[in-house]
């Protein structure tokens, strides 16, 4: 239990649901950021202004914050520019093809009871848990 | 125009949350995800409240006669658990676990200006693009509905 925040979390949580609510309560869609993005690239008409939308608040919220005094996000990123690429072509091409992200499926849909995003959640959950098994404990390190 | 203010608004919303809970930090969900390992579970957290307050929002939303913005809200329709569903889900842990990002908070992650984030964004991007059109190239489009993926989103 290295760093366990709680209260965080859960504030942060909160925010994300209370995101996903508005959307569907104001404009009749579902927040899965996979989705959005994806659909986006295909350019909907009556849809793609308010995808890019989205996707400029998620990019602008930690530059405001950031403003009131948050720290910016420091994500630590593997070393190897390649398994960056094979990383993101994986994430990429899966959540389209699953039709859900950690947001669409493990969030609005499981909020839905729907059978096909608990089916999602749980094997992307499972399959990132080897995954980082393997890459920490098996390899032994960073990438 | 409202819709894009509102979309805004909620895009705002998100990435708060998403940095308020700590998960634009790839080593915090990688933290999640080692469960054998010093396991944070954080993330359980975070899903916890994003369920509980969606649930509560979409019992709203389903009380509505029609949403502020739109004629007609579009939920998701399908039910059955194919194998795209079970292979791209598998394709998505691999990456996420790898690198740690999902598709939010490598987004919300761009705000940092890091290339190697930025890289990530762009891969990802083509890999969507590569699945739109794997797909588009299977199923012919069908009437003017904006195409509503699978389960959500």
Request: charged share 10%; net charge positive.
């Amino acid at each position: 239990m290295a760093s366990f925040t709680p209260i965080s979390a859960a504030i942060g949580g909160a925010l994300i649901g209370l995101s996903v609510a508005l959307l569907m309560m104001l404009n009749g869609r579902q927040a899965g950021i996979s989705g959005i993005l994806g659909n986006f690239m295909v350019f909907q008409r009556g849809e793609w202004r308010w995808e890019i939308a989205f996707l400029v608040g998620l990019v602008g919220a930690p530059l405001l914050l950031h403003l009131a005094g948050f720290g910016l996000p420091h994500p630590v990123m593997p070393a190897s520019w390649g398994a960056i690429i094979i990383g993101g072509l994986l994430v990429g091409f899966g959540t389209r093809w699953s039709g859900g992200c950690t947001s669409g499926h493990g969030v609005c849909g499981i909020a839905r009871f729907s059978a096909r995003s608990i089916a999602a959640t749980a094997i992307f959950m499972v399959t990132a848990m080897i995954v980082v098994y393997l890459v920490r404990h098996v390899w032994g390190g960073a990438l | 125009m409202s819709r894009v203010i509102s979309a805004l608004v909620c895009g705002l919303i998100f990435g708060a949350g998403l940095l308020i809970s700590g998960m634009t930090e790839t080593q915090k969900v990688q933290g999640f995800l080692d469960i054998t390992g010093a396991w944070d579970p954080s993330l359980a957290v975070v899903m916890a409240a994003a369920l509980a307050v969606t649930f509560l929002g979409f019992v709203l939303a389903r009380r509505q006669a029609a949403p502020v913005f739109v004629a007609r809200a579009l939920w998701p329709n399908r039910h059955d658990i194919d194998a795209p569903l079970v292979a791209g889900a598998a394709m998505f842990g691999i990456g996420w676990g790898l690198i740690g990002f999902c598709p939010g908070p490598a987004i919300a992650d761009l705000s940092t200006g890091a290339p190697a984030v930025i890289l990530f964004v762009v891969a990802m991007a083509v890999g969507m693009a590569g699945n739109n059109l794997m797909r588009r190239r299977n199923t012919p489009p069908v009437g003017k509905e904006p195409v509503l993926e699978a389960s959500c989103g």
